[in-house]
């Protein structure tokens, strides 16, 4: 019986960090200093690096494929990001989709940036 208790346990650890590694639920913060990645938003899909999709449930928010649930609290966040005013202060062009079946990385090179 106790070794059940511990296999739960242990696979709910585990579920939990891999909920946390894919989750993209993003914080916007107001200095640069404060941003684990700085993004710029073009106005062409072309010109993106990933398509982003705003989601309006956390649950939404999974696995690294452009679905954004943007928090309301910095510690709620996975990931705090800064929008910059120049493409070329970026280090993530993104675009925003109405659609989020167009979600996903138009650059997988920089797909580590929101893990």
């Known amino acids: 019986m106790k070794s059940n208790k511990i296999r739960i346990l242990v696979i709910f650890i ?3 960090g891999v909920n946390k590694i894919m989750a993209q639920k993003v914080f916007s913060v107001k200095y640069k200093s404060d941003a684990d ?8 899909k072309s ?21 954004w649930f943007f928090t ?16 070329s202060q970026a ?11 167009q979600a996903d990385w138009k650059n997988t090179s920089k797909k580590h940036l929101m893990y």
Do not use: R
């Not at 990645?37 to 062409?44: A, G, I, L």
């Not at 010109?47 to 679905?67: F, H, M, P, R």
């Not at 280090?91 to 079946?101: C, G, H, N, T, V």
């Open 14 to 16: 585990f579920l939990l």
């Open 72 to 87: 309301d609290y910095k510690s709620q966040a996975d990931k705090k990001v800064f929008f910059v005013d120049y493409k």
């Open 37 to 44: 990645v700085k993004v710029f938003v073009v106005d062409y």
């Open 91 to 101: 280090d993530l062009l993104i675009y925003f989709e109405d659609y989020k079946s």
């Open 47 to 67: 010109q993106a690096d990933l398509i982003v999709y705003k989601t309006k449930y956390a649950s939404n928010a999974k696995e690294n494929k452009g679905l």
